[in-house]
């Protein structure tokens, strides 16, 4: 069973530009989230999205947008890109089904900002 | 009140010891604590998780010990392997609410020495 795929898996990329990353959940998972992993921060929840509907955000400012496509397929972006976003950007796919069911990370994509 | 406190920031551990992690949190609706191990390069991999009522869980050679009055939840891996060098997170969430969103701790940076 294939896990969780992000592309691009690096990213490098000039202030003020915009980007777009992208994650495939696991066969059958309807719950796409997504994290922002920083040295400094640590793993922060952005969003979360259930059959293409966002149900939760965290605490990151309006330039961070997500959407759930019919299929599962997720997609963050980030708009006017600032030298704080670099990051490791971690996407988790889950069916939700149950109270017990796990939640599966992908690798992430490295995004840089120069 | 969302927080996950996680010590020690970093463990040195000596091959065959046990490594103990500790974790604190405050909100009292969380109602799941995993475990995630990630080594450099990857997305975090669930090692184990337990629910509030329960106080021990045991997989291998990984154990939850759970505190719900305390508030407080631990990991320890016992005989560490050189293998177990990895960075290991806690997390919660309010999984009754039909969510991944996870809060995680800062992280520990463990290294068990051959």
């Known amino acids: 069973k294939a896990g969780v795929t992000q592309t691009p898996r690096y990213l490098i990329k000039t202030r003020g530009q915009q980007v777009t990353l992208s994650c495939s959940p696991i066969?059958?998972?309807?719950?796409v989230s997504w994290y922002q992993q920083t040295p400094g921060q640590g793993l922060q929840f952005l969003f979360e999205y259930f059959s293409e509907t966002q149900r939760n955000k965290g605490n990151f400012p309006g330039r961070f947008s997500g959407r759930q496509f019919s299929n599962s397929r997720s997609e963050m972006n980030v708009s006017t890109l600032e030298l704080g976003d670099s990051a490791l950007y971690l996407c988790?796919?889950?069916?939700?089904?149950?109270?017990?069911?796990?939640?599966?990370f992908g690798q992430g994509t490295r995004l840089t900002v120069v | 009140q969302q927080q996950v406190k996680q010590s020690p920031q970093s463990l040195i551990v000596q091959k065959g010891g046990i490594s103990i992690i500790n974790c604190a949190y405050e909100n009292t609706a969380f109602d799941y604590f995993p475990w995630y191990q990630q080594f450099p390069g990857k997305g975090p991999a669930l090692l184990i998780a337990i629910r509030p009522d329960v106080s021990e869980k045991k997989e291998g050679r990984f154990t939850i010990s759970f505190n719900k009055s305390a508030k407080q939840f631990s990991l320890h891996i016992m005989d560490s392997q050189p293998g177990d060098s990895a960075t290991y997170f806690c997390?919660?969430?309010?999984?009754?609410?039909?969510?991944?969103?996870?809060?995680f701790g800062t992280g520990t940076r463990l290294k068990v020495l051959a």
């Open positions: 988790a796919s889950g069916r939700l089904d149950s109270i017990n069911t796990e939640a599966f």
């Open positions: 997390a919660a969430s309010i999984r009754a609410s039909g969510t991944y969103k996870y809060i």
């Open positions: 066969s059958g998972h309807r719950s």
